[in-house]
T-cell receptor, first 114, second 112 residues
């Protein structure tokens, strides 16, 4: 079974631009979560989508948004980029069929904002 | 706000030594995962512990979940250079929301 895939792997943008990142979950997984990883803050939860609905949201500004499609693929968008948005953005998928939540991560998208 | 305190943050040891990484919280978690991450890659799931007091072994790695499900530990026996990486603990408070709370991570370097 193929793992979680994320595209693109690397992105360089300038301040004020917007960016869209894509995530394809493991086949059969219906939940997709997004995290931001920086050296100073570690892994921080952005949001989670399940059956095309945002079910949870972390403490990030409204510039960060996402969506999920009927095939469970997900995208996240960051508008009006700031230097501090430079980070590794990780997507994780989960089956959600058991009593506990096991998440499987993709390789991430490294975003650099200049 | 739920927090997971992970210690130590950095660990540099010689091949063959043993080590323990701790993950502590004042909150109860329904499950706790341990991940290992290599530079430039996503975290790879090592184990999930669910039951208080549970102990799981994965070759030279031993994972324990505290009785009260507020803390966990990872013990590595006879560390090898291939164990080098960032170890992360992550807790799930509700069991069904897709949101994990991560510790800050432990960077482990095992020198040959």
């Amino acid at each position: 079974k193929a793992g979680v895939t994320q595209t693109p792997r690397y992105l360089i943008k300038t301040r004020g631009q917007q960016v869209t990142l894509s995530c394809s979950p493991i086949s059969g997984h219906r939940s997709v979560s997004w995290y931001q990883q920086t050296p100073g803050q570690g892994l921080q939860f952005l949001f989670e989508y399940f059956s095309e609905t945002q079910r949870n949201k972390g403490n990030f500004p409204g510039r960060f948004s996402g969506r999920q499609f009927s095939n469970s693929r997900s995208e996240m968008n960051v508008s009006t980029l700031e230097l501090g948005d430079s980070a590794l953005y990780l997507c994780a998928s989960s089956y959600m069929g058991s009593s506990y939540n096991e998440q499987f991560f993709g390789p991430g998208t490294r975003l650099t904002v200049l | 706000t739920q927090l997971l305190e992970q210690s130590p943050q950095f660990l540099s040891i010689q091949e063959g030594e043993n080590l323990t990484v701790y993950c502590n919280s004042s909150s109860v978690f329904s499950s706790l995962q341990w991940y290992r991450q290599e530079p430039g890659e996503g975290p790879v799931l090592l184990v999930t512990v669910v039951t208080g007091g549970e102990v799981k072994k994965l070759k030279r790695l031993t994972f324990q979940f505290g009785d009260a499900r507020k803390d966990s530990s990872l013990h590595i026996t006879a560390a090898q250079p291939g164990d080098t990486g960032l170890y992360l603990c992550a807790g799930d408070s509700s069991g069904n929301t897709g949101k994990l709370i991560f510790g800050q991570g432990t960077t482990l370097q095992v020198k040959p």
